[in-house]
């Protein structure tokens, strides 16, 4: 079974930064894609960024210039690095892994302080 687990969310202020973590329980390569998605309170999960099997990036343009989606494959993890955040950014933050099935971590809380 296929388990992604999130870490690195947290308190932050306006203008900080935070790397979140995406810990897969299998090789990453064994993914066509794998991303994050966010939800903030009262409104719908948006996507935030994904990374192929084969290392291409994309972003929604709300963050483009400001997260980072990257990964260790030896480690199996995948990581957003989150730059001058907005307090628009706060939101639970979900790594997802496409095979083609999707599958979902557990969600990690990202709040910013203005």
């Known amino acids: 079974q296929v388990q992604l687990v999130e870490s690195g969310g947290g308190l932050v202020q306006a203008g900080g930064s935070l790397r979140l973590s995406c810990a897969a329980s299998?090789?990453?390569?064994?993914?066509?894609?794998m991303g994050w998605f966010r939800q903030a309170p009262g409104k719908q999960r948006e996507w935030v960024a994904a990374?192929?099997?084969?290392?291409?990036?994309n972003y929604v343009d709300s963050v483009k210039g400001r997260f980072t989606i990257s990964r260790d494959s030896a480690a199996n993890l995948v990581y957003l690095q989150m730059n001058s955040l907005k307090p628009e950014d706060t939101a639970v933050y979900y790594c997802?892994?496409?095979?083609?099935?999707?599958?979902w971590g557990q969600g990690t809380q990202v709040t910013v302080s203005s």
């Open positions: 997802y892994a496409d095979n083609p099935q999707r599958y």
């Open positions: 990374i192929t099997n084969g290392g291409s990036t």
């Open positions: 299998r090789s990453i390569f064994s993914y066509i894609d």
